[in-house]
């Protein structure tokens, strides 16, 4: 139905520091933090060893998937932290997808660059190079002639919606988003459009990325975001001493209905999307606007596009990357349009920064703090910035009606998502 609001009535996800959402709240009250030494790839001998991964096995979350599945997962991380968070969720989503209409259900979603882990095939690609032959070549067209629409070198960028696609009889629409760190809150926003404007009545939208790999760690340390592994906290958000932030990874993915579904199906929705705010500096590729003009805009769109009042924002789970530029900046541009000492604070410090999947992460952790009340604090931060807002010391316990996420992404692209909290069924 044209002009139907959005609801939010699921939502999963796999992250450093929550294999399942059930894990994010006593995980964020005890103050865990996925701060330590790369495990998964050899860091030895460079100055950037420090990641937030997912060390647990995932290999039963991934049970119910078929074996050529499976044998991707292993080489593909986005995939497997994918289909481990539809693993984590599947039982429970069972009687919704079976209600679902094809026709009326789409997937978006936000997801990050190829990186090809070769290491995995070293013995291969040393034997064809002793044949003779063109190693790269030869691997990929033994590993792509295998029948299947999956490999393990060489996957499309629309693979992840089209998995979800299949797992949830998507037929509406299938859309993958590219743009850096606002990749999955950009897949929210179209997906509350697409309800909106009455292309679907249910959206299943998300992310999912890693920057566990040596390419990224060795990119994003020589572009100066990320910390060296000697400091103790590499993560610290708008703190004065601020160095960096901490590569991470994550999934997860969110469930919009529109009114009507939730009504005809007498679902209860856990939040309403009221509106966001989505613009590009167009400044630079690798920083933003030193006067922070697109953010603000970003900000004070969002607010407006939902037809609330700033001062009715509770709370605002920051982008908070730890970095000299974002922190400053966004601390300007929130300060601008909110009131003084609307709480703010960034979960960062303690799952780092999963590029295209840092959205759908913090809008996962925004709808349990929500649903239990609880602001947690910038687990790092010892020397707050100056700033019109409160920066959380301390965490606390309040209610949260109203609250923004924001994610600010290379390029300049500023994507901010209001959201309320929904508590009660939909009032006829």
Avoid: W
């Avoid at 959005?6 to 009250?29: C, F, H, W």
């Avoid at 039963?60 to 080489?75: A, F, M, S, T, W």
């Avoid at 409160?390 to 390029?411: K, W």
């Amino acid at each position: 139905m044209l002009g139907d609001k959005t609801y939010v009535i699921e939502y999963e996800l796999v992250s450093p520091i929550a294999v399942g959402r059930d894990r994010i709240l006593p995980n964020l009250k005890s103050g865990f933090s996925a701060d330590r030494i790369v495990s998964r790839v050899n860091t030895e001998g460079l100055p950037f060893r420090k990641a937030a991964e997912v060390r647990e096995n995932l290999t039963k979350c991934l049970d119910h998937e078929p074996e050529h599945i499976k044998e991707v997962c292993r080489h593909d991380r986005k995939l497997e932290l994918l289909a481990s968070c539809f693993g984590k969720a599947r039982h429970r989503l069972g009687t919704l997808i079976d209600v679902l209409e094809p026709a009326k259900t789409g997937v978006i979603i936000g997801v990050g660059a190829d990186v090809t882990a070769f290491e995995n095939y070293e013995e291969e690609l040393l034997k064809h190079l002793n044949s003779g032959s063109i190693p790269i070549n030869e691997l990929f067209t033994r590993i792509n002639d295998n029948g299947l629409k999956l490999n393990s070198v060489n996957n499309p960028y629309d693979l992840y919606s089209i998995y979800l696609a299949e797992k949830f009889k998507a037929a509406a629409f299938q859309k993958s988003v590219l743009t850096a760190c606002v990749s999955s809150t950009q897949a929210i926003a179209l997906g509350h459009d697409s309800i909106k404007n009455g292309e679907a009545e249910v959206v299943i939208s998300g992310g999912t990325d890693s920057l566990i790999n040596l390419l990224a760690i060795i990119s994003f340390g020589k572009l100066g975001v990320i910390t060296e592994s000697t400091e103790e906290k590499s993560c610290r958000p708008f703190d004065l001493n601020r160095k960096g932030t901490l590569a991470g990874e994550a999934a997860g993915f969110v469930i919009l209905a529109s009114e009507s579904f939730i009504k005809e199906h007498n679902l209860k929705p856990v939040a309403e999307i009221l509106g966001y705010g989505n613009t590009l500096d167009a400044y630079k590729i690798t920083a933003p606007d030193p006067e922070g003009i697109s953010m603000t805009a970003a900000v004070k769109n969002a607010i407006e596009d939902s037809q609330i009042s700033p001062d009715q924002i509770d709370y605002v789970l920051a982008h908070g990357t730890g970095t000299r530029h974002n922190d400053e900046l966004e601390l300007k541009a929130l300060g601008q349009i909110l009131p003084h000492g609307t709480p703010v604070s960034s979960t960062k410090d303690r799952h780092g920064h999963a590029i295209a999947a840092a959205g759908i992460q913090e809008f996962c952790i925004l709808l349990e703090l929500m649903r239990d009340g609880y602001i947690p604090k910038n687990l790092n931060t010892k020397n707050p910035c100056q700033t019109s807002l409160d920066i959380v010391r301390e965490d606390r316990h309040t209610n949260i009606n109203y609250a923004l996420t924001s994610n600010f992404a290379f390029g300049g692209i500023n994507t901010v998502l209001a959201v309320k909290n929904e508590m009660n069924e939909i009032s006829s």
